[in-house]
């Protein structure tokens, strides 16, 4: 069976005027329940902390029942100390209170465990991260399997889902960037990844370095693209990029922004169609060749990007 490839929805929010704590804790909460409400709820009476196996890598449970966990990873002159908390009323509590000094990662992952009784797939898997190279910066991660979106008679409503989910929360926000597309080490874009390494150094393309930079060039475009209002505007607004023909969805968002989606279906997000974003969001990218080759390894994802410098369209 061919392994399903990781799709990640991004959004990189300013909070150097709002309470970045708070800002984390509600992606956290909030998109949870918009994706995992049942999960949700039957986690909440859990107690706060993580019940051990009885033997080490022994089961966790039965087979196939809920699992639900919070966590916060901390740079330390040690390396990397990270707390582990159950996802229930409890645990919440616990992470909103350490929020409050917020750390290097966050994450939530909600799942079911294996026949085993291991912890495996995804009904939810949400992260925050926080660094000091973007201070001013939270970059918002939600993660579903490729697979979920491509399923030929559930795929539709789940891909409405997740970019519900997304909307509720970049709406208010104005996201400096935000997309729905495969994901990369470090969250870094297809583009930022496949740009030439002569022009870009690996240290200046990649998120710690360009999402200090989201409102001047736009970091990447996908089948889902959040195009801060700034950049927007140089493209011709909502109203230029609704008559572009790329988009099938151009909504300007309440707190700035607009939301770009290039077909109703992810399955029909053919080259044909990166095509037409590229074409419309090139004046907004950075300029260099994409040096743009197969996967290398399996697992690894493709650049559904288009091989072409983006200053033939200046």
């Not at 994706?35 to 051990?52: I, N, S």
């Not at 707390?83 to 009323?89: A, P, R, V």
């Not at 539709?156 to 509720?168: E, F, H, T, V």
Request: aromatic share 10%; charged share 25%; with cysteine.
């Amino acid at each position: 069976m061919n392994q399903s490839l990781t799709l990640d929805l991004q959004l990189n929010v300013d909070v150097s005027r709002r309470d970045p704590g708070e800002l984390a804790y509600h992606w956290i909460d909030d998109v949870s329940q918009l994706l995992a409400g049942d999960a949700r709820q039957q986690l909440a009476h859990l107690p706060g902390e993580v019940q051990q196996s009885a033997r080490p890598f022994g089961p966790l449970g039965d087979a196939g029942s809920v699992f639900g966990v919070v966590d916060t990873w901390r740079k330390t002159e040690r390396g990397i100390d990270t707390t582990e908390m159950n996802c229930s009323t409890l645990g919440l509590q616990w992470l909103r209170s350490e929020l409050d000094d917020l750390p290097y990662e966050t994450h939530l992952w909600i799942g079911n465990l294996d026949e085993h009784g291991h912890r495996s797939g995804r009904i939810a898997n949400l992260s925050v991260r926080h660094v000091e190279t973007t201070p001013n910066w939270l970059r918002l991660h939600a993660f579903v399997d490729e697979s979920v979106f491509l399923d030929r008679l559930s795929g539709p409503q789940a891909q409405r889902q997740y970019l519900d989910a997304l909307w509720s929360f970049a709406n208010q926000t104005d996201p400096g960037f935000g997309h729905v597309a495969y994901w990369y080490s470090d969250g870094v874009t297809a583009l930022e990844d496949a740009l030439p390494r002569r022009t870009y150094p690996r240290q200046h393309s990649g998120p710690d370095f360009t999402v200090n930079e989201c409102r001047q060039w736009l970091r990447g475009y996908s089948w889902l693209t959040i195009v801060p209002q700034d950049l927007a505007d140089q493209v011709g607004g909502a109203d230029g990029l609704s008559r572009s023909g790329a988009f099938v969805e151009v909504r300007p968002m309440d707190a700035g922004g607009v939301w770009l989606l290039a077909t109703h279906d992810y399955r029909d997000y053919s080259d044909e169609a990166v095509e037409r974003v590229w074409r419309t969001l090139a004046p907004i990218l950075r300029q260099g060749l994409p040096e743009v080759h197969p996967p290398r390894f399996p697992g690894t994802p493709p650049h559904r990007i288009v091989a072409r410098d983006a200053v033939e369209i200046m």
